[in-house]
T-cell receptor, first 114, second 114 residues
Framework: QQQVKQSPQSLIVQKGGISIINCAYE??????FPWYQQFPGKGPALLIA?????SEKKEGRFTISFNKSAKQFSLHIMDSQPGDSATYFC?????????????FGKGTKLTVNP | NAGVTQTPKFQVLKTGQSMTLQCAQD?????MYWYRQDPGMGLRLIYY???????DKGEVPNGYNVSRLNKREFSLRLESAAPSQTSVYFC?????????????FGAGTRLSVL
């Protein structure tokens, strides 16, 4: 059974600051690590994902960094804005790979103060 | 384009009552999923349907049953609700049952069992 450990549980950042959320996984046969963003009262939605053979993926102010040897990946939000306030979930594929049975982390509640 | 639609949005049950949560997607996706979200626990997979005509247990299936009615619809049934089933339930779908597909979530059903 895949375990995904996400930290911190909550994070408060000032507007313009950098938000960093970390995740660690145990094993996976396929290097695909998505991050989902969830606003209050809404369902999660894919924010950004990193795929095999890439150690970093950047989309605007959001960057995923992946360290395969350490089995860790992280989300960096540059120039954090109040509109980024949400809960963020990392996820990893199951150890055996080949399926969409993602295992999610427990989530990080991000608050960006104006 | 509605995406993934869940009904009802809110529900209050008494212990022992039964109910069915409905989910429908209009994206012609093959795979569908039911998750529950509890504070500090992240998203946990209850059941999934890799394709029309198949269903399988996820991480926390006890106390639930599912039906893949057709390609569009995937329902979750609580036969005898318990307070431990108080949660927010999310339905999701993916084009196929393969690692790397984006999961599209509904807005959720907030269930309280008294």
């Amino acid at each position: 059974q895949q375990q995904v450990k996400q930290s911190p549980q909550s994070l408060i950042v000032q507007k313009g600051g950098i938000s960093i959320i970390n995740c660690a996984y145990e094993n996976t046969a396929f290097d695909y690590f998505p991050w989902y963003q969830q606003f209050p009262g809404k369902g999660p939605a894919l924010l950004i994902a990193i795929r095999p053979d890439v150690s970093e993926k950047k989309e605007g102010r959001f960057t995923i960094s992946f360290n395969k040897s350490a089995k860790q990946f992280s989300l960096h939000i540059m120039d954090s804005q109040p509109g980024d306030s949400a809960t963020y979930f990392c996820a990893a594929p199951p150890p055996q790979g080949g399926s969409e049975k993602l295992v999610f982390g427990k989530g990080t509640k991000l608050t960006v103060n104006p | 384009n509605a995406g993934v639609t869940q009904t009802p949005k809110f529900q209050v049950l008494k212990t022992g009552q039964s109910m069915t949560l409905q989910c429908a997607q209009d994206m012609n996706h093959n795979s569908m999923y039911w998750y529950r979200q509890d504070p500090g626990m992240g998203l946990r997979l209850i059941y999934y349907s890799a394709s029309e005509g198949t269903t399988d247990k996820g991480e926390v299936p006890n106390g639930y049953n599912v039906s893949r009615l057709n390609k569009r619809e995937f329902s979750l049934r609580l036969e005898s609700a318990a307070p431990s089933q108080t949660s927010v339930y999310f339905c999701a779908s993916t084009p196929y049952f393969r690692t790397g597909d984006i999961q599209y979530f509904g807005a959720g059903t907030r269930l309280s069992v008294l």
